[in-house]
């Protein structure tokens, strides 16, 4: 199994609609990411928490809340997903001292 | 803050050609650097790293120097392969206390054809 799981690889969703992004992970690290890609911009980080209660925004929060259910889960979601929210989206874990990053293999999501 | 440029691309090699992806950075004090690599389908993948000045990191017969004189970590291979196809991200990590993110370039598709 993957170090990092994200469900699901690839969705499309309806404009306004409630959408939910997975993540879960095996490394044992406390700090979990999430990121958005889009094509000419590199990675932006969403959120990111250090652990269940300290969680934090990124740099392009506006749009997206996060869940940290547990050490090993973390969850993105759009409360009414718009087309510009069209990206992929990755998770990633690092350890408590930010040093081992590991990345999911992402969700390729598409607002119409 | 803390910035990361790129060379654009895509950048097109045949097999066995010499590869330099160029990548320069902005940051406040001595950051660690990285190169990432993000296969077709897969996330990203730490390639190499680098912690300090004049420091080489190498991986799969890839190399990047960090020259702190001309703020740059580019990445070099001498003979690239198809398999090597992909996009290389160049990143960098804060060393200042409390929370430093790590902060990509735009990346750079790499195809190489036979």
């Known amino acids: 199994d993957a170090d990092v799981t994200q469900t699901p690889r690839n969705r499309i969703t309806k404009t306004g609609k409630r959408i939910m992004l997975e993540c879960s992970q095996t490394?044992?690290?406390?700090?979990m990411y999430w990121y958005r890609q889009d094509p000419g911009l590199g990675l932006r980080l969403i959120y990111y928490?250090?652990?269940?209660?300290?969680?934090n925004k990124g740099e392009i929060s506006d749009g997206y809340s996060v869940s940290r259910q547990a050490q090993a889960k973390f969850s993105l979601s759009l409360e009414s997903a718009i087309p510009n929210q069209t990206a992929l989206y990755f998770c990633a874990t690092s350890d408590s001292q930010g040093n081992g990053y590991t990345f999911g293999s992402g969700t390729r999501l598409t607002v119409v | 803050g803390n910035s990361v440029t790129q060379m654009e691309g895509p950048v097109t090699l045949s097999e066995e050609a010499f590869l330099t992806i160029n990548c320069t950075y902005t940051a406040t004090g001595y950051p660690s650097l990285f190169w990432y690599v993000q296969y077709p389908g897969e996330g990203l993948q730490l390639l190499l790293k680098a912690t300090k000045a004049d420091d080489k990191g190498s991986n799969k017969g890839f190399e990047a120097t960090y020259r702190k004189e001309t703020t740059s970590f580019h990445l070099e291979k001498g003979s690239v392969q198809v398999s090597d196809s992909a996009v290389y991200f160049c990143?960098?990590?804060?060393?200042?206390?409390?929370?430093?993110?790590?902060?990509f370039g735009t990346g750079t598709r790499l195809l190489v054809s036979p």
């Open positions: 490394k044992g690290h406390d700090r």
């Open positions: 928490s250090f652990d269940v209660k300290d969680i």
């Open positions: 990143a960098l990590r804060g060393k200042n206390t409390g929370f430093q993110k790590l902060v």
